[in-house]
DNA sequence: AAAAGTCTCCATCAAATGATTGAAGCGGGG
DNA sequence: CCCCGCTTCAATCATTTGATGGAGACTTTT
């Protein structure tokens, strides 16, 4: 015997407001916040508006809750790609974090779109929420050797950081546009990212004069 | 005697269609294309929707029109750095080319803000402009000697390219966030993105290996 | 000075969009 | 079995938004 749609949804093993949020955090990261319409992010469940109002209220609180989920996992990455490199020369440290941080973010492609859109485009409606980058900068400034300690990370260490992470983010969102350029298959073009982005980082953290945090 | 609002207008140095495609530029650059609404165009500069409409047609052809106008102003700042880095060893083609190009952009925001934009967040209404980074990317890649000519570059060369780029675009289209991480003033900001440019990308590209370049 | 052309605005429309209401479906506890 | 809370949906509302028509103001042409 068939199920109603309504017992299907039951079945579901996650709850509806979960299913909303991981629908959201897809379409908001692909379409960006006004972009994208509750009827889409309806639609993409498969459930009416009025479901995804009773779940979420406004579509700012959705897109604040998208925002502050992708911000928790992308610290427990963080947290995950520390433990990883613990104790390594500088040059394996960086290597190993884009390597893995890439291979992440590949599979989560809306959260570099997100962290992105977050700091270029404006939002009439002003979404506020705690956004954790500042946080996520310092952290990798200490982990990465640049500063001693989380709380005092000179303004030269920070934007080292945010010029290593937004490049990791830059060819994750750019993924599509920049395939047609290099004309390059998915599996091809994340190697093409890996190489290019040790090409380009592991140089400048391990020359002569920033030696002494190699180890 | 007072001029009318019509005499005003009509004694301004720049044609109306002039001006409201500058005005385009900055809030579709701000808000990106969704984010932005007629009203808020007209608004900037002081004139009726309908008088919008009259000069542009459709949303989307006044927002084409803006991403070839950022184009054609980046085309042309990339001949004049070209000239202007010609000739020199490939360290301070780089680093003359990011003192040139950053101050250009952080003159011109809405330019690095649009053509980020352009390929993170996918637009509903699919608006149809020749963009014309690929053609950049191949020109920079021979002008910065990491191919013969401008019709055979390596997947690798443009990704380099790119990785360039988009470094910079990012620091000017993220500034204000990045200088609230940061706590600097713009002029502080500036010169520490300068910094932090030159300490990414001039080792990468001049380290043994690729100094055959250096001539 | 009349006519034609150009440009601008006011009023208005139709569609899209965020949000709400009330009724109905569903399951569990009395 | 029936009530009750939780969830979902169809219908609907109010506002925003892209777009247009027509009248008026100004300039140029005749």
Redesign the pocket.
């Known amino acids: 015997m068939m199920d109603?749609?309504?017992?299907k949804?039951?079945k579901a093993p996650e709850s509806?407001k979960a299913r909303i949020l991981a629908a959201a955090r897809r379409i908001f990261g692909e379409y960006g916040f006004h972009g994208?319409?509750?009827?889409m992010i309806a639609k993409e469940v498969g459930?009416?508006?009025?479901?995804l109002?009773?779940?979420w209220?406004?579509?700012?609180d959705l897109y604040a809750a998208v925002v502050v989920d992708i911000n928790e996992d992308l610290r427990r990455k963080l947290i995950e790609v520390e433990r990883l490199i613990h104790g390594r020369p500088l040059g394996e440290r960086l290597s190993l974090s884009i390597d893995v941080m890439t291979d992440y973010l590949f599979a989560h492609p809306e959260v570099s779109n997100l962290v992105l859109m977050r700091y270029l485009n404006k939002t009439?409606d002003d979404v506020l929420v705690d956004i954790r980058i500042p946080e996520f900068t310092c952290d990798i400034a200490r982990s990465m050797g640049l500063a001693a300690d989380k709380k005092n990370v000179s303004a030269d260490a920070k934007m080292k950081v945010l010029a290593v992470m937004n490049s990791i983010h830059n060819f994750i969102s750019g993924e599509s546009f920049f395939r047609s350029i290099v004309r390059a298959d998915r599996e091809a073009y994340i190697a093409l990212v890996k190489e290019t982005l040790n090409f380009i980082h592991v140089p400048a953290f391990t020359q002569n004069g920033s030696s002494q945090n190699k180890r």
Not at 4 to 7: D, F, I, K
Not at 36 to 39: F, G
Not at 47 to 51: A, F, K, L, N, R
């Open positions: 109603t749609p309504l017992q949804a039951r509806m994208t319409t509750t009827r459930i009416d508006i009025s479901t109002h009773y779940h209220g406004e579509k700012k009439r």
